[in-house]
Nanobody, 118 residues
Framework: QVQLVESGGGLVQAGGSLRLSCAASGNIFGINTMGWYRQAPGKQRELVAEVTSYGSTYYADSVKGRFTISRDNAKNTVYLQMNTLKSEDTAVYYC????????????WGQGTQVTVSS
């Protein structure tokens, strides 16, 4: 059984930084795209950033220049470095990954709360 476990959320003041981590565990044959989504109260879940197995990245316009996604394939882990945080970044952040075990399917983490105080 594959699990995605996030860590690193918390409360931070506007302008501050946080680093989220998401580790995949279980019987893993390979991982394709890994990404981070977020969902604020009353809003739909949205894609924040993602990275392919080859290292290509995508960022939502709202976080470009402030957030950096990276991955460590040896550790089956994806990171999200969040700088210059704004109150509108407050949300539950979810890890997402396409994991082969051995057949590829999409998995979600349980979510981690990020709260930015102004």
């Amino acid at each position: 059984q594959v699990q995605l476990v996030e860590s690193g959320g918390g409360l931070v003041q506007a302008g501050g930084s946080l680093r989220l981590s998401c580790a995949a565990s279980g019987n893993i044959f390979g991982i394709n795209t890994m990404g981070w989504y977020r969902q604020a109260p009353g809003k739909q879940r949205e894609l924040v950033a993602e990275v392919t197995s080859y290292g290509s990245t995508y960022y939502a316009d709202s976080v470009k220049g402030r957030f950096t996604i990276s991955r460590d394939n040896a550790k089956n882990t994806v990171y999200l470095q969040m700088n210059t945080l704004k109150s509108e970044d407050t949300a539950v952040y979810y890890c997402n990954a396409d994991v082969g075990s051995p057949y590829y399917r999409n998995y979600w983490g349980q979510g981690t709360q990020v709260t930015v105080s102004s």
